[in-house]
């Protein structure tokens, strides 16, 4: 079964970075648009970085500029770089193909950002 295992979250302080991790399992990753989302508690998940097969990259506004996201398809992992985090940033932190696969989202992330 396709498993995806968020890692890497934690309390930064605003202006600090974070990078977090996701290990895909079950998934030929390479074959896949990759993404990072994220969720705060009444508020739907959105989607904040996306990498496609051939590493085109796009980024919410509030992302642009300061999260990179890379993949390692040999290793199945994908990777967010955060970077001058805002608290604003503050949410569970999700990873998933392009368009999701809802019944596989894993547990998630938890990024907490300090003002």
């Known amino acids: 079964q396709v498993q995806f295992v968020e890692s890497g979250g934690g309390l930064v302080q605003a202006g600090g970075s974070l990078r977090i991790s996701c290990a895909a399992s079950?998934?030929?990753?390479?074959?896949?648009?990759v993404g990072w989302y994220r969720q705060v508690p009444g508020k739907q998940r959105e989607l904040v970085a996306s990498m496609s097969t051939g590493g085109s990259t796009n980024y919410a506004n509030s992302a642009k500029g300061r999260f990179t996201i890379s993949r390692d398809n040999a290793k199945k992992t994908v990777y967010l770089q955060m970077n001058v985090l805002k608290p604003e940033d503050t949410a569970v932190y999700y990873c998933?193909?392009?368009?999701?696969?809802?019944?596989?989202w894993g547990q998630g992330t938890q990024v907490t950002v300090s003002p």
């Open positions: 998933n193909v392009v368009p999701a696969w809802n019944p596989y």
């Open positions: 079950e998934i030929t990753l390479s074959s896949y648009t």
